[in-house]
């Protein structure tokens, strides 16, 4: 049954009222808050992302059809629109910035951040070649470079990543915490944009996976689903004081050596060094370094008698 006209405009006018209340509430419990007007928009970048993965593949992604020439017009075609998109973005996080913690910038830094960001373009290419060569190197039931790219989860979120990163790298962190965010919701794996990952990186299933923001990771390494690589519950004496796209962010996340193997649950929290070719086993709690070579595993199973 639905509500009659006089009782639906009663309750969205309590609502509202309430609504109004819980916004002053939280800022009169932040008195020295700057209130910004602007924020860069979910939806616009998410089309930018499919803008960019269209430019980066236009056969297997962007679905192009056609002579070399023309492959070249259209993946221009998708920069300039990805571009715009961005730019917008960027100039929306840096008036963000300007009025929620009076951190002004040059009027003319989106342009440079999107001039430097085209330039890693082709670095960005090579290292997804890299990271699908593994995918369908590691996992057997992929038939193909093609239904990696299309289908394969590990692959979606690694191409936000690579494009998120080089974002936060060169300054707009807000922009790539949203991209980072729309592989997270469509993936279920989290990798923060902060996150340093070296070639051929390969995460089979995927869903769970948590990778933070000051994580090193170097080449070759394979993650399986639910695995943490995060850090250890900060003790704050006071409360944060620097905001900002520039922020000194604590190394506090794990640094995973090359060729590591990784299995299903694995957690692994703090500045903890995981060896070149050291494997961790499945469920693992694991708080301290492992040497290279080594490996970790949880004492098996005791059947009931």
């Known amino acids: 049954m639905t509500l009659p006209d006089d009782d639906r405009r009663r309750a969205i006018d309590h ?28 939806a616009p970048l998410a089309r930018a992302v499919e803008l960019l993965a269209a430019a980066l593949f236009p056969a297997r992604i962007g679905g192009f059809v056609g002579d070399p020439a023309a492959e070249d017009r259209f ?24 009025d929620a913690a009076g951190i002004e910038a040059a009027a003319d830094r989106p342009a440079e ?29 992929a038939r193909s470079v093609d239904e990696i790219l299309i289908c394969h989860p590990g692959a979606t979120a690694i191409l936000h990543h690579r494009l998120a990163h080089e974002l936060d790298s060169l300054g707009a962190p807000i922009v790539a915490r949203i991209v980072s965010e729309i592989a997270n919701e469509r993936t279920g794996i989290d990798i923060h ?3 340093t990952i070296g070639p051929g990186f390969f995460i089979d299933h995927g869903t ?26 900060p003790h704050r004496s006071q409360p944060r004081g620097d905001s900002g796209p520039f922020a000194e962010r604590i190394p ?24 070149d070719r050291a494997v961790i086993g499945g469920n693992v709690w694991l708080l ?15 059947e009931a008698s």
């Open 75 to 98: 993946v221009a075609e998708r920069l300039t629109e990805a571009f715009a998109l961005l730019d917008a973005a960027i100039v929306a996080e840096f008036a963000y910035w300007r």
């Open 193 to 195: 944009p902060g996150a």
């Open 113 to 141: 951040i999107l001039r430097l960001f085209a330039g890693t373009l082709s670095r960005v290419r090579a290292l997804l070649d890299t990271d699908v060569a593994a995918i369908f190197r590691g996992d057997p039931a």
């Open 15 to 42: 609502a509202t009222r309430a609504l109004s209340s819980a916004r002053m509430a939280w800022r009169q419990a932040q008195p020295s808050r700057r209130q910004p007007g602007d924020f860069p928009r979910r």
């Open 208 to 233: 769970g996976v948590v990778i933070g923001e000051t994580a090193v990771i170097g080449a070759r390494v394979r993650l399986y689903q639910h695995v943490t690589l995060g850090a250890r519950t």
């Open 288 to 302: 301290k370094d492992v040497a290279p070579h080594t490996v970790i595993v949880q004492p098996e199973a005791v």
């Open 252 to 275: 506090r996340h794990p640094i995973v050596g090359d060729d590591v193997v990784i299995y299903a649950g694995a957690t692994i929290l703090g500045r903890v060094k995981i060896g």
